[in-house]
């Protein structure tokens, strides 16, 4: 699975930071098989409408190793985005815990939990959602400006995180001028450009043929692979989820199905 | 997120939606602009008529007499004369006042009795000293002919009626001569005998003076139309005039002089005009003229209220302004809620690529501030434009009526700054309750938003 048809891969380069440039190396997992990258406790998340109250996400405990590749299956409405949102830190769970790399994010400020978005996961959204009067460059560089990076070293990491989806000669197209694959590939170097070390994905092939969501996630494999990012994608494509991730867990009702919440 | 990224996005944002922000911008322009003319017009309407009084020379001078000059007519007052000696108003004193800060120049008012013969007809006339500096007022500006060649040259300047009595076509007096007929004081020698100085002498001995007839040629130079600083502390009311170094020159017996004829005190002015450098230094030239024992007069209390009445006019003006102003903040108001809701997704999108919520208030503050100073500087220019062109009308009607071109119209540079700043507080303001919408966005919902 981490065997790439396209050849030989480019690494990003270790940024100096103790806790992630083990991230970055290509035997991460190997050497920190049993660290956790995300760990639920009992999460919950409620919505009130009128009356009613919905479950969306009903005492959840799960847990995701540094380094693998989780997919969240479900039938819609199973809680499977709403629990996505919560880890990616878009969403406070109305009760229970949710660790990541050790810190609750129920318990962060909204700030820390900006910065949680910013530098720990990337996102990759169904719809791609690039921001349509920008270039692809433009909109990589998006999370650089947010997490104020230098604007020198910026260039250099659009370039590479292009360069990893293979877009760099698309670069200063817009998002309409790109067919669904490469949009798509462009979400996913935007959501690496910060070198976060959780990568998301909700749907990332829901809205492409066949042909080219196995393309997307065999990138996907592959940054999974080669940077050691940890990767947890919702998906109701059961046979896209057996081939590509390493556990399934299964969702209904905002509950787990099944005891697969364990490693 | 950095200010220069944070810029750099807001004006990225305003161009996409290019349409309804130059609207919004120029909502704001004409706000300002709105303000800038009115206050512009104010300002000018103020400089100008502060710029005539102060050419009337009567606001920037201090008027300067003896204390003794109204307090011993009639009976002495006891208890002044029981404190302190008094000082008389002598070249000493004259001198010393000269020295202050921000004098320029200080001079006597000499007015005289004299007799003019023209063409052998004998006319009895006050004449007065006109110090060099009065050639700059306004009086002086329709002069036919010319003022003055020199501060003591033997000339002299009549007053449009006087020359009417004289000639019936005045100008053809220009040129001419007049003769002017003179008592002189000369003082007198100590008389043999007496001792070196006079009984009561404060400085300088004074035996008193003989009075001789005298006869000097005048060529006249010049007709005005109104008499030249008439009224309190000007040249008195007098129809001929004469450069004041010659009328001290001449030595002419003055109409105080017979009180100095009882006295053998040093010779005495009766009041001295002091010209301060600006006329909002005349207090302080005042306090200190007033320390060195001497009355004083300014009419700086008159020019105070008229101050007053422009400050009122200006907030008044500047009111009406920035109604406009605030008009358009609402205009502010609008866009950056309409732009809310076009860009719920976008606000997601930043959201999720790690914006906190005060990134997305700085963002929407942002382009805000930015419309605002766009539009702070476009009104600037445009309020200059139209205050030129109320000028440019204002002068059409004048030339019309045949009277000079006016500036009433000024723009001076705190105008431009507060204007432009007002601007932008004013928007920024008005982004105040859009920005904290967007913050408070809810990312998700932002997301689903199709």
Request: charged content about 20%; some cysteine.
């Amino acid at each position: 699975m981490t065997k790439s048809p396209l050849g030989p891969r480019k690494i990003l380069q270790p940024d100096g930071c103790g806790a992630r440039s083990s991230m970055f190396g290509a035997t991460v997992s190997s050497e920190q098989p049993n660290s956790t990258a995300i760990r639920t406790a009992g999460v919950s998340r409620h919505y009130t409408m009128g009356e009613s109250v919905i479950r969306a996400v009903d005492g959840v405990s799960l847990e995701v190793r540094s380094g693998e590749f989780v997919a969240l299956l479900g039938s819609s409405g199973s809680g499977k985005s709403t629990l996505l949102n919560l880890i990616a830190g878009l969403d406070r769970p109305s009760a229970g815990a949710i660790y990541a790399h050790g810190r609750d994010l129920a318990q962060m400020s909204p700030l820390e939990l900006a910065k949680h978005r910013s530098r720990t996961v990337g996102m990759v959204f169904q719809s791609f959602n690039l921001l349509p009067r920008m270039s692809l460059a433009e909109n990589v560089e998006l999370p650089l400006r947010l997490a104020e990076v230098d604007r020198r070293e910026r260039p250099g990491r659009v370039r590479e995180a292009l360069e990893r989806v293979r877009l760099s000669a698309r670069m200063d197209h817009r998002p309409s001028e790109l067919s669904g694959g490469e949009q798509q590939r462009a979400a996913i170097a935007r959501a690496l450009v910060n070198r976060p070390t959780i990568l998301l994905a909700d749907e990332p092939t829901g809205n492409l043929d066949s042909h080219t969501g196995e393309e997307i996630l065999n990138l996907i494999a592959e940054i999974n692979g080669s940077l050691g990012m940890t990767v947890v994608m919702v998906t109701h494509e059961r046979p896209l989820a057996e081939r590509y991730a390493q556990r399934q867990i299964f969702l209904a009702d905002g509950k787990l199905v099944g005891g697969n919440g364990e490693p | 997120m950095k200010f220069v990224d944070l810029t750099e996005l807001a004006s990225r944002n305003l161009r996409e939606a290019m349409l309804r922000n130059i609207l919004t911008t120029l909502g704001i322009g004409v706000g300002v602009a709105s303000l800038v003319a009115m206050l512009s017009l104010g300002v000018g309407l103020q400089e100008l008529l502060s710029g005539r009084l102060e050419r009337t020379g009567l606001f920037d001078t201090v008027y300067v007499a003896s204390r003794r000059a109204f307090g011993d007519v009639g009976r002495p007052r006891k208890a002044q004369a029981a404190a302190e000696p008094i000082r008389p108003l002598d070249e000493a004193a004259r001198t010393e006042i000269a020295g202050l800060a921000n004098v320029v120049e200080v001079y006597p008012e000499i007015r005289f009795p004299a007799e003019l013969r023209y063409e052998d007809a004998p006319r009895m006339m006050t004449v007065a000293g006109l110090p060099e500096s009065a050639r700059q007022r306004e009086v002086f500006d329709g002069i036919k002919g010319a003022f003055f060649t020199s501060a003591s040259a033997d000339e002299t300047i009549l007053q449009i009626e006087f020359a009417r009595d004289l000639e019936q076509e005045p100008l053809s007096l220009l040129g001419k001569e007049l003769v002017l007929r003179y008592a002189e004081r000369q003082p007198l020698a100590a008389p043999a005998g007496a001792s070196a100085t006079p009984p009561d002498a404060e400085g300088g001995a004074n035996w008193g003076f003989s009075v001789v007839p005298r006869e000097v040629k005048l060529r006249i130079v010049g007709i005005v139309e109104t008499e030249p600083g008439s009224g309190f502390g000007g040249f008195g009311r007098s129809r001929v005039f004469i450069p004041l170094q010659l009328a001290q020159r001449l030595s002419s017996v003055q109409f105080g002089d017979l009180r100095q004829a009882m006295r053998t005190t040093a010779p005495e002015y009766i009041s001295l005009s002091v010209r301060v450098s600006s006329a909002g230094q005349v207090p302080a030239v005042q306090e200190q003229i007033k320390k060195l024992g001497f009355q004083t007069f300014s009419l700086h209390d008159a020019a105070k209220s008229l101050r007053l009445a422009f400050a009122v006019l200006d907030s008044f003006l500047g009111a009406f302004g920035s109604l406009a102003l605030a008009v358009a903040s609402l205009g502010i108001v609008n866009t950056l809620v309409m732009a809310i809701l076009e860009r719920r997704r976008e606000i997601g999108i930043l959201k999720a690529l790690g914006a906190s919520d005060r990134d997305v208030k700085q963002l929407f503050f942002a382009e805000a501030g930015v419309m605002g100073l766009l539009g702070g500087v476009l009104g600037v220019g445009l309020g200059w434009a139209i205050g030129r062109a109320i000028n440019f009308g204002i002068n059409v009607y004048l030339k019309r009526q045949e009277l000079p071109p006016q500036t009433i119209w000024a723009v001076p540079w705190w105008l431009v700054v507060s204007a432009i700043t007002f601007a932008l507080l004013v928007s920024l303001v008005a982004g105040l309750y859009p920005a904290s919408r967007a913050a408070k966005l809810d990312p998700v919902q932002a997301l689903r938003y199709e």
